[in-house]
């Protein structure tokens, strides 16, 4: 095994002349190099997450191990992306199995695996280091390729679900000191028109979840309406009002159709919320253990005539808060066999991430894989506005009150 260090810029310009499809081989071929990896290979979760996808690298398609599908439930691999712990035992011929999770400010791309010859706490943390800057490689470079949208496609994805999921976020989770935000999104046999969005400015969180009316190809393309006109309004500088309202009028005048939908904006600062709820069910508030509705006043979905303009509503947000986002699909028919205040409660140590996938799972199951409606969660962690790390911690320890 060589005894060299890896060197993490040498990776990165490495991959910056390798082609956009070979990011996660110029990984594998350092560690191969440096550490005598073998079986290097990357995995990633489908659409549903479900199972993983294995690309093999490095050791190339004599391993006829690549494209292969892995149950994730219950396995290793679903204990790593959980934890975030790098994992190492045995591979029953004297060497070391390494699994390491690939993972960029909260959101799991996916996981590296490979067989050492041997290990040791430099080498381990080496290994964690490629996986890290993995991370960012292919965050950059899926950009310009299909690879990897291919490869989480396990069933054949229909027009309407292609439009869909190019409205959703490019990364399904965010970590920064103040908060980590994590959506997920269960698509229904005929779509129906669910949408989630975040973004980050200097001083503000934008949160958005919407439903658009209808199924199919006609409600994603009235999300497609729908979620162009709040970005617009959003990237225009427009205040939350102005963002519902363009939202509003755009449907009013070039759709056929209406939608709910829920916005938030949140200050960095203090933590306080500006919320319009445009019809939209009503979020889930986990603090100090109890989990309770937030019952904000309700106006009429974006699209339908009404005199009366959007009302903006505040919310104050403590430290240690946990607020759940839903849409209709999550309490619908079957869905609502799921106890979702139960559920809230049972997964407050999770990290949003790993709560969304745990809802997702609980309504995908209930529904027995064949939902008649999108059923879309977001998970929102408040830490505070003093905190001074991404890794502050989950869960609601706060007995402050709800409304400022």
Request: aromatic share 4%.
């Amino acid at each position: 095994m060589g005894r060299d260090a890896l060197d993490l810029g040498e990776v990165l310009a490495e991959a910056e002349n390798a082609s956009p499809v070979e990011s996660v081989d110029v990984v594998a071929v350092s560690l191969q190099k440096r550490f005598g990896a073998a079986c290097v290979s990357f995995l990633f979760a489908d659409l549903v997450g479900h199972e993983l996808i294995r690309l093999t690298t490095a050791d190339g398609p004599a391993s006829g191990r690549s494209g292969e599908r892995i149950g994730l439930r219950g396995s290793v691999y679903d204990r790593v992306l959980e934890t975030q712990v790098l994992h190492q035992e045995p591979d029953g011929e004297g060497g070391r199995r390494v699994i390491a999770p690939v993972t960029n400010r909260g959101d799991c791309v996916g996981l590296l695996e490979m067989t050492l010859p041997r290990t040791d706490e430099a080498v381990l943390r080496q290994v964690g280091e490629a996986a890290h800057a993995l991370a960012y490689i292919i965050v950059t470079d899926r950009r310009f390729t299909d690879l990897y949208h291919v490869g989480r496609r396990t069933t054949p994805t229909s027009l309407a679900a292609e439009i869909q999921h190019q409205l959703l976020p490019s990364a399904p989770c965010c970590e920064a000191a103040q908060f980590t935000v994590a959506g997920g999104l269960v698509p229904a046999d005929d779509i129906g028109g669910d949408t989630y969005d975040y973004a980050l400015d200097r001083d503000t969180l934008h949160l958005s979840i919407t439903d658009a009316m209808g199924h199919d190809t006609d409600s994603a393309l009235l999300a497609t309406l729908l979620m162009g006109a709040l970005r617009g309004a959003r990237r225009a500088g427009c205040d939350i009002a102005e963002q519902a309202r363009r939202a509003h009028r755009a449907l009013l005048e070039h759709g056929r159709g209406t939608a709910t939908g829920q916005l938030l904006r949140i200050g960095l600062q203090d933590g306080r919320a500006r919320l319009v709820n445009a019809g939209h069910p009503w979020p889930l508030l986990l603090r100090d253990g109890k989990v309770e509705e937030t019952r904000l006043s309700v106006n009429l979905p974006f699209g339908v005539p009404s005199p009366t303009a959007y009302r903006v509503q505040q919310m104050q947000l403590r430290p240690g808060d946990r607020l759940i986002m839903l849409t209709d699909g999550m309490q619908d028919r079957a869905a609502a066999t799921v106890d979702l205040h139960a559920l809230v409660r049972d997964t407050r140590t999770l990290h949003p991430r790993e709560a969304v996938r745990a809802f997702v799972s609980e309504v995908y199951e209930a529904c027995r894989g064949n939902l008649q409606d999108d059923a879309t969660v977001m998970c929102l962690d408040w830490h505070g506005t003093h905190a001074t790390s991404r890794r502050a911690p989950s869960g609601a320890n706060s007995s402050d009150d709800l409304w400022s």
